[in-house]
């Protein structure tokens, strides 16, 4: 199974965690590939779970994969490697909630952590735990516990997100400090009905059983925009 999607000058190819990706937007462009280094990570435990409406809403992973590739910036070509978070998400969603606040943390010691919480009626929340060698927990709606530091508002929207995090997560003795890079990482489009909300890089640092973490962070919020 694959996948070969494009839309004018953005294509992606490739499947079972082998992917190329590229883009021409004008004085920038890109061709990547990724390769997992990880197995897939079913998230919420088996893949899917009911999120406010009758049908599943399915969620899948490669939480750690290799990046290589050029990029061109004004017509200078360089060489680029890193790492990279799949996510593929589908399915049904309820109606009865405000919005979502997603975290994706990658640790420098070869472990990552998805947690979640949909924020409305039924305050839906959980998330994962990946091991080191690949294997992985899922971490029930109590299994963690996130305080806020600050807040940003946004200039564009008028709207106040929360921005800055404190994690626990008791079952791993994990408590890590999530900072955003920059303050103003807000999607956002004037047209009318199109969705706003914040989604960007952080830094990670904290403590694992008394031992020094760090890493980086990818955080979505959503909701906080009307």
Known sequence: HGFD????????????????????????SAKL?????????????????????????????????????TLIVDGVEKSVSGTAWMDHQWGALGQNFDGWDWYSVRL?????????????????????????????????????????TGKWHSPHTDSTYPLGWVIKVPQYDLEVTVTPQISDQEFYVSSFGSPKYWEGLCTVVGTRGGQGVSGHAYVELTGYAK
């Open 5 to 28: 999607f494009g839309i004018k000058s953005w294509r992606m190819t490739g499947g079972g965690g082998h992917d190329k990706l590229s883009f021409d937007v004008g004085g920038f």
């Open 33 to 69: 590939e990724l390769e997992a280094k990880k197995p897939v990570v079913l998230q919420y435990g088996n893949g899917a779970m009911l999120l406010g409406a009758s049908d599943p809403f399915y969620y899948y992973s490669y939480t750690r994969m290799s990046v290589s590739g």
């Open 108 to 148: 420098d010691d070869n472990t990552e952590l998805m947690l979640f919480r949909v924020r409305g009626d039924q305050h839906i929340a959980g998330g994962t735990y990946i091991h080191a060698d690949g294997s992985y927990d899922e971490i029930p709606p109590g299994g963690f516990s996130v305080d806020v």
